[in-house]
């Protein structure tokens, strides 16, 4: 493979070959420990520092876009679930969301809180893995396995809502797929008590830790218009003072009842995506704490008569509506209608922006189901953020970009 | 008091004015505009000076077998401002045999890794792109897989891959 000598960008001035004798090239990836997911960087060093680097991406590519060709919406979130796989939650919202947005469903108050607790603790747990990793690749092991011992306890939240704890497909069309029960509000209502304890001993181990703010302060640099020209969103752009959070700026769910606050930093660098990480945390608890007080009684799928939800088993047995609606959704040729049309609908997940452009042409398949994933174009960023510094600054900077390959490449 | 932002109408009758006639429609609150291929670009810069300074997605739709549908390829150009978070998306439709677009790097550089996967997916070029290769695919890939007449299981193409050995590598 020639791609490491042969296309390496090399736009800086004076890049003849002669002068460039002394660089060498590493390869970095695709199997690492620090790429923490299946991706490649090949970079070009003068010593240790980095002249230049050349991210690779695709050994992950599963065609789930292709797939989503030819699965029902219903079945499709299976897949969503396996796109970042750090917060599947988030993924099953984000895709029901722009499904019922292509169909125009109104969602149920109570499935709309629901809804955004279980993505605001995907939330949680995606941002404790994301600044744990950041961690411990700059050192910090112990802070690492404090993050993943709480990352545990919402897994043990979604494992007693639905069952599994890594790839939960939850929501459904119109709704969900389990309600909550007691135990499960039990479970958030002792994490909600117990979690910001341990945020705090997290702050206390790294915020003000010499070692760690040496190496992420100053380090990876993204400016506000490289920011908004790179299309990044979500953390990285709040990070470098792009003010946009799709929660506050185009409120879905139950974001526009619920009190919180949208955190931002200027400085753009590596300490300060931790930071508004870490805030954004904060910020979750909240909104968990408040849509749990505030949950509303009632149905989680919106009603038989839109014939969109399954009806539940009582309904079926004891309503002539329940066994129509329910025989119409299991025939093949049946299911509901979907317009000829086409939608763009995004939520703000853990990462920034994840959207799904659903093209539908009648039937519960959609004709086209784009993905818009954050972690392509937080990767696309990769090389000018890494531009000058040292080779141990590659995993700092990558960690704090949270690239998950498996949403990369889909 | 901030000067509220211009309406998307105000943007369109501007629009107009640079690009000639074009199709409007809205469907569940978004606007759409399907601009002539040939004045896309003009068309999308014009735009980025009103203010949709965001680019969310590059993406194309294949509409072989769409019913309704009077050309086979559709890219999208999804469009948000950061400073008053309105959102349009842009169509731009092209066809066989040599679909191609110009690429819109020059105004948005998050548009670079989004052309390559339409290139590599869907067989769009985009012209003038810096970094015309594929993205997701490996290079020894001959085909487009997300086209409609590519099916499923693919065709194969794995095993024609070369073998590198530990010689070789």
């Not at chain 2, 549908?69 to 439709?93: D, E, K």
């Amino acid at each position: 493979m020639s791609i490491a000598t042969a296309t390496v960008d090399t736009t800086g001035p004076e890049t003849g070959a002669r002068s460039e004798d002394y660089l060498w090239t590493l390869n970095f990836g695709p199997q690492h420990p620090a790429t923490h997911t299946t991706l490649r960087l090949v970079l070009k060093l003068d010593g240790e520092r980095v002249v230049d680097a050349m991210p690779e991406m695709g050994y992950l590519h599963s065609g789930f876009e292709k797939i989503g060709e030819h699965l029902t919406f219903n079945q499709y979130v299976t897949v969503t679930d396996r796109m970042n796989y750090i917060s599947p939650m988030a993924n099953n919202v984000a895709w029901h969301h722009a499904v019922e947005t292509l169909l125009g469903i109104e969602l149920t108050p109570r499935c709309t809180y629901i809804r955004t607790i279980i993505a605001e603790l995907a939330r949680i747990s995606d941002h404790l893995l994301c600044n744990g990793a950041v961690g411990l690749d700059t050192g910090a092991f112990t802070f690492f396995l404090y993050g993943f011992y709480q990352r545990e306890v919402i897994y043990d939240i979604f494992e007693t809502l639905c069952g599994a704890r890594f790839t939960n497909s939850y929501t459904r069309v119109g709704g969900l797929s389990q309600d909550f029960t007691p135990l499960v509000i039990e479970k958030i209502r002792t994490f909600l008590k117990t979690f910001p304890k341990t945020l705090d001993d997290m702050e206390r181990l790294l915020t003000r830790n010499r070692i760690f703010v040496d190496r992420t302060k100053g380090v990876g640099v993204l400016s506000k218009a490289e920011a908004i020209a790179g299309s990044a969103t979500g953390p990285v752009a709040r990070a470098s003072g792009v003010t946009r959070d799709l929660r506050k700026d185009e409120p879905y769910l139950a974001y526009a009842d619920l009190d919180f606050n949208v955190c931002c930093a200027t400085t753009g660098d590596c300490y300060a995506r931790y930071l508004v990480r870490m805030q954004e945390m904060r910020e979750s608890l909240k909104l968990v704490t408040q849509a749990l007080e505030n949950l509303p009684a009632g149905d989680i799928n919106v009603g038989i008569d839109q014939r969109i939800a399954r009806p539940t088993k009582e309904q079926v047995y004891s309503t002539i509506e329940g066994t129509i609606s329910h025989f119409e959704l299991s025939m093949a040729n049946r299911g509901f209608e979907v317009p000829h049309e086409e939608s763009y609908a995004a939520i703000e997940a853990p990462n920034g922006e994840l959207g799904f452009y659903v093209v539908g042409d009648g039937n519960e398949t959609a004709y086209r189901a784009r993905c818009r994933p954050p972690s392509v174009l937080h990767f696309a960023l990769f090389p000018q953020l890494i531009r000058g510094h040292t080779l141990s600054d590659v995993v700092a900077v990558l960690g704090s970009l949270n690239i998950i390959a498996a949403e990369l490449d889909r | 008091m901030p000067t509220p932002p211009p309406s998307v109408d105000d943007v369109l009758s501007g629009l107009r004015g640079r690009c000639g006639e074009f199709d409007t429609s809205t469907f569940r609150g978004q606007t759409r505009v399907v601009l002539p291929e040939p004045v896309a670009f003009e068309g999308l810069a014009w735009l980025k000076d009103q203010g949709f300074d965001l680019l969310v997605d590059v993406t194309c739709v294949d509409y072989l077998d769409y019913p309704g549908a009077t050309h086979r390829y559709g890219l999208v150009y999804l469009l948000a401002s950061t400073a008053t978070n309105q959102r349009l998306t842009v169509r731009v439709f092209v066809d066989d045999p040599d679909p191609t677009v110009t690429s819109v790097v020059p105004l948005w550089a998050g548009a670079n890794w989004l052309e390559r996967e339409v290139w590599d997916l869907f067989g769009i070029r985009s012209v003038g792109h810096p970094d015309p290769r594929r993205l997701v695919m490996p290079e020894e890939f001959t085909a487009h897989p997300l086209r409609k007449d590519y099916p499923l299981q693919g065709r194969g193409e794995r095993h024609n891959f070369p073998v590198i050995t530990r010689d070789h590598s």
